[in-house]
């Protein structure tokens, strides 16, 4: 299955600040994923990234807060911009391995903290 | 949007217990998933089973996609095996992910 790297594992920001996280995969993937952990819950989608598009972003989450890049078929990055407590979660990429029996896979996830 | 229940909420074993968690969801599925998250936040694929039984040494699954249903058995639970425990499924016609809400096991000494 598909390898991801994601940074930073973790860190504590000021509020009013933005933090970029990253996510690198080992093979080229069409479509990638980031979620977002707040504290005791599940997972929840923000956006998916395609190559040569714009994200598409789920019911409450918008381009302005989550700015995402996706320069080429193995890299993106999601900004959490202008941080305020409330963004405090974990926040993970994750790719879809077509063509096999592994379905999808996350990266080791960012641990943000926002004080 | 589909939904995705996962039972118990919480569950206490001690060393050397067996269990079984169940993840019921409401329409059907192209993917069904196992995850397993770490005290660390990693979350760990077990099981992509959108049908049929597998197993992976202590720990097995399996998904009556008919009747949309998957169960997950832990054998001989180990304290390694604490953390939560996510059932996701991918609906048909749809690529996106949906997470139940997990069960949090904590195993004790």
């Known amino acids: 299955s598909a390898v991801i790297s994601q940074k930073p594992s973790r860190d504590i920001c000021q509020r009013g600040t933005s933090l970029t996280i990253q996510c690198q995969v080992d093979?080229?993937?069409?479509?990638m994923f980031w979620y977002r952990q707040q504290p005791g819950q599940s997972l929840t989608l923000i956006a998916t990234?395609?190559?040569?598009?714009?994200?598409?972003?789920e019911s409450g989450f918008v381009i302005d807060k989550f700015p995402i890049s996706r320069p080429n078929l193995t890299f993106s990055t999601l900004t959490v911009s202008n941080m305020s407590p409330e963004d405090s979660s974990i926040y993970l990429c994750?790719?879809?391995?077509?063509?096999?029996?592994?379905?999808?896979?996350f990266g080791s996830g960012t641990r943000l903290t926002v004080v | 949007g589909i939904q995705v229940e996962q039972s118990p909420p919480d569950l206490i074993l001690q060393e050397g217990a067996n269990s079984t968690l169940r993840c019921n969801f409401s329409d059907s599925v192209n993917n069904l998933q196992w995850f397993h998250q770490n005290p660390w936040g990693q979350l760990i694929n077990l099981f992509y089973i959108p049908s049929g039984t597998k197993q992976n040494g202590r720990l097995s699954a399996t998904t009556v996609a008919t009747e949309r249903y998957s169960l997950l058995y832990i054998s001989s639970s180990q304290t390694t095996d604490s953390g939560v425990y996510f059932c996701?499924?991918?609906?048909?016609?749809?690529?996106?992910?949906?997470f139940g809400a997990g069960t949090t096991v904590t195993v004790r000494a």
């Open positions: 996701a499924v991918e609906p048909k016609n749809d690529y996106k992910l949906s």
């Open positions: 990234a395609n190559q040569g598009s714009e994200a598409t972003y």
């Open positions: 093979s080229q993937v069409t479509m």
């Open positions: 994750s790719v879809e391995v077509l063509g096999g029996y592994y379905g999808y896979t």
